[in-house]
Protein backbone atom coordinates (compact mmCIF):
# COMPACT_ATOMS: atom_id res chain seq x y z
CA UNK A 1 0.00 0.00 0.00
CA UNK A 2 1.41 3.41 -0.88
CA UNK A 3 2.15 5.73 2.20
CA UNK A 4 1.09 9.63 2.34
CA UNK A 5 3.12 11.27 -0.72
CA UNK A 6 4.34 15.02 -0.66
CA UNK A 7 5.47 17.00 -2.92
CA UNK A 8 8.01 18.96 -3.43
CA UNK A 9 10.29 17.71 -0.70
CA UNK A 10 12.18 20.57 -0.40
CA UNK A 11 11.21 24.85 -1.47
CA UNK A 12 13.61 28.24 -1.08
CA UNK A 13 11.88 31.27 -1.56
CA UNK A 14 12.32 34.93 -1.11
CA UNK A 15 10.30 36.62 0.99
CA UNK A 16 7.30 38.01 -1.19
CA UNK A 17 6.86 34.62 -3.11
CA UNK A 18 4.04 32.07 -3.15
CA UNK A 19 4.68 28.45 -3.07
CA UNK A 20 2.03 25.46 -3.43
CA UNK A 21 2.39 22.13 -1.49
CA UNK A 22 0.80 18.95 -2.55
CA UNK A 23 -0.35 15.76 -0.74
CA UNK A 24 -2.00 12.41 -1.56
CA UNK A 25 -3.58 10.36 1.25
CA UNK A 26 -3.56 6.41 1.33
CA UNK A 27 -6.50 5.54 -0.54
CA UNK A 28 -9.69 5.22 1.63
CA UNK A 29 -8.65 7.71 4.08
CA UNK A 30 -11.73 10.42 4.84
CA UNK A 31 -9.54 12.61 7.22
CA UNK A 32 -6.62 14.67 6.03
CA UNK A 33 -4.26 17.11 8.07
CA UNK A 34 -1.70 19.50 7.57
CA UNK A 35 1.15 20.25 9.97
CA UNK A 36 3.41 23.31 10.30
CA UNK A 37 6.87 22.04 11.99
CA UNK A 38 9.32 24.70 12.83
CA UNK A 39 12.82 23.16 13.46
CA UNK A 40 13.29 21.43 16.46
CA UNK A 41 9.65 21.78 17.42
CA UNK A 42 6.70 19.76 17.27
CA UNK A 43 4.82 19.66 14.79
CA UNK A 44 1.66 22.24 14.88
CA UNK A 45 -2.19 21.27 13.14
CA UNK A 46 -2.63 23.93 10.53
CA UNK A 47 -5.90 22.62 8.79
CA UNK A 48 -7.84 19.12 8.51
CA UNK A 49 -10.40 18.24 6.49
CA UNK A 50 -13.06 14.87 6.66
CA UNK A 51 -13.36 14.76 2.76
CA UNK A 52 -13.93 17.99 0.53
CA UNK A 53 -14.95 19.61 4.01
CA UNK A 54 -12.69 21.75 6.15
CA UNK A 55 -13.25 20.90 9.91
CA UNK A 56 -10.63 23.04 11.29
CA UNK A 57 -8.50 26.26 10.45
CA UNK A 58 -8.63 28.07 13.18
CA UNK A 59 -4.60 27.84 13.40
CA UNK A 60 -3.67 28.72 9.35
CA UNK A 61 -2.86 32.17 9.16
CA UNK A 62 -5.49 32.99 6.41
CA UNK A 63 -4.48 36.79 5.15
CA UNK A 64 -1.66 34.00 3.38
CA UNK A 65 -2.48 30.63 3.62
CA UNK A 66 -5.42 28.77 2.22
CA UNK A 67 -5.79 24.95 2.20
CA UNK A 68 -8.31 22.97 -0.40
CA UNK A 69 -9.38 19.50 -1.00
CA UNK A 70 -11.62 19.58 -4.00
CA UNK A 71 -12.24 16.17 -4.97
CA UNK A 72 -11.72 14.61 -1.28
CA UNK A 73 -8.48 12.55 -2.31
CA UNK A 74 -5.32 15.00 -2.85
CA UNK A 75 -4.98 18.55 -1.16
CA UNK A 76 -2.88 21.62 -1.54
CA UNK A 77 -1.40 23.96 0.78
CA UNK A 78 -0.65 27.37 -0.61
CA UNK A 79 1.15 30.39 0.99
CA UNK A 80 0.89 33.38 -0.95
CA UNK A 81 3.48 36.40 -0.38
CA UNK A 82 5.93 33.88 2.07
CA UNK A 83 7.61 35.14 5.15
CA UNK A 84 10.75 34.16 7.10
CA UNK A 85 9.00 32.80 9.95
CA UNK A 86 7.06 30.39 7.26
CA UNK A 87 10.48 28.58 7.50
CA UNK A 88 9.57 24.64 8.39
CA UNK A 89 8.54 21.74 7.34
CA UNK A 90 5.05 20.96 5.98
CA UNK A 91 3.44 17.74 7.13
CA UNK A 92 0.36 16.11 5.53
CA UNK A 93 -1.04 13.20 7.27
CA UNK A 94 -4.31 11.29 6.62
CA UNK A 95 -6.30 8.78 8.72
CA UNK A 96 -9.80 6.75 8.83
CA UNK A 97 -11.95 8.56 10.87
CA UNK A 98 -9.67 10.35 12.78
CA UNK A 99 -8.92 7.03 14.32
CA UNK A 100 -5.39 5.06 14.99
CA UNK A 101 -4.19 4.78 12.02
CA UNK A 102 -2.56 8.17 11.39
CA UNK A 103 0.14 8.36 8.58
CA UNK A 104 2.54 11.15 7.55
CA UNK A 105 4.29 12.17 4.43
CA UNK A 106 8.19 12.76 4.33
CA UNK A 107 7.59 16.49 4.25
CA UNK A 108 8.40 19.31 2.56
CA UNK A 109 11.20 21.54 4.20
CA UNK A 110 10.30 25.10 3.15
CA UNK A 111 13.43 27.79 3.33
CA UNK A 112 12.27 31.48 3.36
CA UNK A 113 15.17 33.91 2.95
CA UNK B 1 -5.77 24.69 25.54
CA UNK B 2 -3.57 21.62 25.89
CA UNK B 3 -0.20 21.48 26.82
CA UNK B 4 2.11 18.44 26.25
CA UNK B 5 5.37 18.58 28.34
CA UNK B 6 8.26 16.31 27.38
CA UNK B 7 11.21 15.47 29.28
CA UNK B 8 13.81 15.29 28.78
CA UNK B 9 14.49 17.84 26.02
CA UNK B 10 17.40 15.70 24.72
CA UNK B 11 19.20 12.64 25.93
CA UNK B 12 22.59 10.89 25.14
CA UNK B 13 23.27 7.29 25.74
CA UNK B 14 25.47 4.76 25.08
CA UNK B 15 24.89 2.04 23.10
CA UNK B 16 23.07 -1.17 24.97
CA UNK B 17 22.02 1.65 27.80
CA UNK B 18 18.53 2.13 28.46
CA UNK B 19 16.19 4.87 28.31
CA UNK B 20 12.86 6.54 29.66
CA UNK B 21 11.09 9.07 28.12
CA UNK B 22 8.47 11.24 29.51
CA UNK B 23 5.24 12.38 28.79
CA UNK B 24 3.13 14.96 31.15
CA UNK B 25 -0.27 16.65 29.23
CA UNK B 26 -2.97 18.82 30.90
CA UNK B 27 -5.84 17.49 30.89
CA UNK B 28 -7.27 13.88 30.75
CA UNK B 29 -6.44 12.46 27.12
CA UNK B 30 -8.90 10.43 24.81
CA UNK B 31 -6.15 9.38 22.15
CA UNK B 32 -2.37 9.20 23.34
CA UNK B 33 0.51 8.23 20.21
CA UNK B 34 4.29 8.14 20.42
CA UNK B 35 5.89 8.97 17.43
CA UNK B 36 9.76 8.62 15.92
CA UNK B 37 10.97 11.10 13.65
CA UNK B 38 14.57 9.98 12.34
CA UNK B 39 16.69 13.50 11.37
CA UNK B 40 15.05 14.82 8.09
CA UNK B 41 12.63 11.98 7.97
CA UNK B 42 8.61 11.29 8.57
CA UNK B 43 7.05 10.81 11.12
CA UNK B 44 6.44 7.07 12.26
CA UNK B 45 3.94 5.90 14.93
CA UNK B 46 4.77 3.77 17.67
CA UNK B 47 2.50 3.62 19.96
CA UNK B 48 -0.99 4.08 20.00
CA UNK B 49 -1.87 4.28 23.71
CA UNK B 50 -4.53 5.72 25.55
CA UNK B 51 -4.27 3.84 28.15
CA UNK B 52 -2.25 0.94 30.22
CA UNK B 53 0.97 -1.08 28.57
CA UNK B 54 1.75 -1.73 25.42
CA UNK B 55 5.47 -3.63 23.99
CA UNK B 56 6.84 -3.70 20.93
CA UNK B 57 10.23 -4.96 20.05
CA UNK B 58 12.34 -3.42 22.71
CA UNK B 59 9.94 -0.48 23.25
CA UNK B 60 7.23 -0.11 26.01
CA UNK B 61 4.66 2.27 26.19
CA UNK B 62 2.73 2.88 29.79
CA UNK B 63 0.18 5.46 30.05
CA UNK B 64 -1.48 6.48 33.43
CA UNK B 65 -4.52 8.56 32.09
CA UNK B 66 -6.29 9.53 35.58
CA UNK B 67 -2.62 10.65 36.07
CA UNK B 68 -2.37 12.87 33.05
CA UNK B 69 1.41 10.92 32.08
CA UNK B 70 2.76 8.53 29.45
CA UNK B 71 6.67 7.03 28.89
CA UNK B 72 8.27 5.80 26.60
CA UNK B 73 10.98 3.04 27.46
CA UNK B 74 13.24 1.84 25.33
CA UNK B 75 15.55 -1.01 26.12
CA UNK B 76 19.66 -2.38 25.27
CA UNK B 77 19.41 0.98 22.92
CA UNK B 78 21.06 0.90 19.19
CA UNK B 79 22.83 3.45 17.40
CA UNK B 80 19.54 3.29 14.98
CA UNK B 81 17.24 4.47 17.83
CA UNK B 82 18.85 7.89 17.06
CA UNK B 83 16.05 10.36 15.96
CA UNK B 84 13.59 12.66 18.13
CA UNK B 85 10.62 11.23 20.01
CA UNK B 86 7.44 13.01 19.81
CA UNK B 87 4.54 12.00 22.40
CA UNK B 88 0.83 13.49 20.97
CA UNK B 89 -2.53 13.67 22.17
CA UNK B 90 -6.21 14.34 21.59
CA UNK B 91 -8.40 15.56 24.47
CA UNK B 92 -11.95 15.93 23.00
CA UNK B 93 -12.62 12.54 22.36
CA UNK B 94 -14.15 13.22 18.85
CA UNK B 95 -12.48 10.54 17.16
CA UNK B 96 -11.12 14.01 14.89
CA UNK B 97 -7.06 12.89 15.00
CA UNK B 98 -6.79 16.67 15.69
CA UNK B 99 -3.34 15.95 18.09
CA UNK B 100 -1.37 18.34 19.99
CA UNK B 101 2.14 17.21 19.75
CA UNK B 102 5.09 18.02 22.62
CA UNK B 103 8.30 19.54 21.70
CA UNK B 104 9.97 15.99 21.53
CA UNK B 105 13.16 14.61 23.03
CA UNK B 106 16.26 13.99 20.96
CA UNK B 107 18.30 11.11 21.77
CA UNK B 108 21.88 10.14 20.54
CA UNK B 109 22.72 6.58 20.97
CA UNK B 110 26.22 6.38 20.56
CA UNK B 111 28.40 3.36 19.46
Known amino acids: EAGVTQSPRYAVLQEGQAVSFWCDPI?????LYWYQQPRDQGPQLLVY????????NSQLPSDRFSAVRPKGTNSTLKIQSAKQGDTATYLC???????????FGSGTRLLVI | GQQVQQSPASLVLQEGENAELQCNFS?????LQWFYQHPGGRLVSLFY???GTKHTGRLTSTTVTNERRSSLHISSSQTTDSGTYFC?????????????FGHGTILRVHP
Open chain 2, 27 to 31: STATR
Open chain 1, 49 to 56: FRDEAVID
Open chain 1, 27 to 31: SGHDT
Open chain 2, 88 to 100: AIESTGANTGKLT
Open chain 2, 49 to 51: NPS
Open chain 1, 93 to 103: ASSLGGNSDYT
